[in-house]
């Protein structure tokens, strides 16, 4: 897959980073690999440049902010975010971007929630949240199980409107903020469910608090935006169905 960038946003993930390195090496050698950085002090960089990642550095703290400066220099036809935690197996990236290149959509989401979740992979209290995060933005933008999940594949065209539009959110609110923007720009989105493995490292989320940002940036562009609800699109996952 010589046509696709991984972007992985990363802080402090030297107990897990290696693994979604290594399994993207071994298993897409000719893809492309940013690894953004925020000021980490553990050993993350160090093991990012032994698996010839190109680093970012983005001094302002946050996943938004981190994707940001990632997505100005994705030069490839496609793109995957996923995470540095070893929770998204970067296999079923394959399976992501087959959908984008069969031109089933123009993003597709990884949905934990319809998918396999590893026993303790995520707590209850997290899990209700994502159902309530998920419910909330299929009630006021289109249906869709799981809005906060950390694994997109987007055509290079989406990464260009996105940035076009400007990314406000500085954490967390990213996915919320990008799914609200993708939709109102008329892209297509669709989801396919994937497994979701325990984290390896410590949680830089903090549920509460995240939580209750990204619950008001659903509602905070339901508000600003001119443009509410006009996608011809739904978020179709049905035709995917669940894994075997
Ligand atoms: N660059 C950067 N990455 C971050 C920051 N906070 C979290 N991340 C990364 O974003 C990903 C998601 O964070 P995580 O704590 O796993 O959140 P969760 O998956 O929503 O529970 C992980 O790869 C983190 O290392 C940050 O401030 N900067
Ligand atoms: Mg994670």
Known sequence: MNDVTFIIPAYNEEK?????????????????????????????????????????????????????????NIKTKYAVMLDADNTY??????????????????????????????????????????YLLSLTASLLYSKVSDV?????????????????NGIDSSGFELEVEMFIKIYQNNFKIIETPIKYRSRLDYPKLNSIEDGWKIFRTLWKYKIMSPNNGTNKYNVTKKAYGRET
């Open 89 to 130: 197996d970067p296999i079923e990236a394959k399976k992501l971007i087959d959908l984008l290149k069969k031109n089933k959509a123009d993003v597709v989401l990884g949905s934990r929630l319809n998918g396999n979740r590893e026993n303790g992979s995520i707590s209850t209290f997290n899990l209700f949240g994502n």
């Open 148 to 164: 906060c999940t950390g694994y997109w594949a987007f055509k290079k065209e989406v990464i260009d409107s996105i940035l076009e």
């Open 16 to 72: 897990s980073i290696e693994n979604p390195l290594k399994s993207i090496a071994d298993n897409f050698p000719e893809s492309k690999i940013i690894v953004v950085d925020n000021n980490s002090i553990d050993k993350t960089l160090h093991i990012a440049l032994r698996y010839g990642a190109q680093i970012l550095y983005e001094f302002r703290q946050g996943k938004g902010h981190a994707i940001k400066n990632g997505f100005k």
